[in-house]
């Protein structure tokens, strides 16, 4: 339990640092910003409890919105995420349940299955934070524009890290 704990703050750390010291200054164009921050959260175990995950996704969120001055928007985005994420695992479920000890990894439960669990959460969390960031829906087609690409550039880190780990791991 404790080297869980101490597995997930690491990743924590990891991850912040990589979102705020290199993808926040990256420079990829007006409809891409990378969010790889956001797999902390899909890497949660799956038996983790929803309270307990929401609570995590909340101070995530809160921790990027300090650094982006984005004023909850990244709380927000990521608390909804968080609230689907019950869903979304049960609607990818393998036939059966998942292993009590599963994590939700590319080396876990495969490409196909971290393919559709990780779009479908990047997807809604992009959704939530950048229709929030425009406040209108008179640019709906640039910010959905916004939602796709950005979600396929952290869709693509998103695994382009899980292959990293995997590679570490074995």
Request: hydrophobic fraction near 55%; charge should be positive; proline fraction near 4%.
């Amino acid at each position: 339990m404790i080297n869980e704990l101490a597995k997930n703050t690491g990743r924590f750390f990891v991850f912040l640092l990589i979102q705020v010291l290199i993808l926040k200054h990256l420079e990829l164009g007006r409809f891409i910003n990378p969010f790889l921050y956001v797999l902390f959260i899909l890497m949660l175990p799956i038996r983790t409890g929803k309270a307990l995950v929401l609570f995590i996704a909340f101070i995530t969120g809160l921790t990027i919105d300090m650094f982006y001055n984005t004023w909850g928007m990244n709380a927000a985005a990521c608390v909804f995420m968080a609230y689907c994420r019950p869903w979304v695992l049960r609607v990818y479920a393998p036939k059966g349940e998942y292993d009590a000890s599963a994590k939700p990894t590319l080396q876990s439960l495969g490409t196909p299955w971290m393919l559709s669990y990780a779009g479908t959460l990047v997807f809604f969390h992009h959704l939530v934070l950048f229709f929030l960031e425009a406040l209108t829906l008179s640019t709906f087609f640039t910010t959905f524009a916004k939602v796709i690409l950005s979600g396929a550039a952290t869709l693509g880190l998103i695994m382009l890290s899980q292959l990293i780990m995997q590679r570490r791991r074995q």
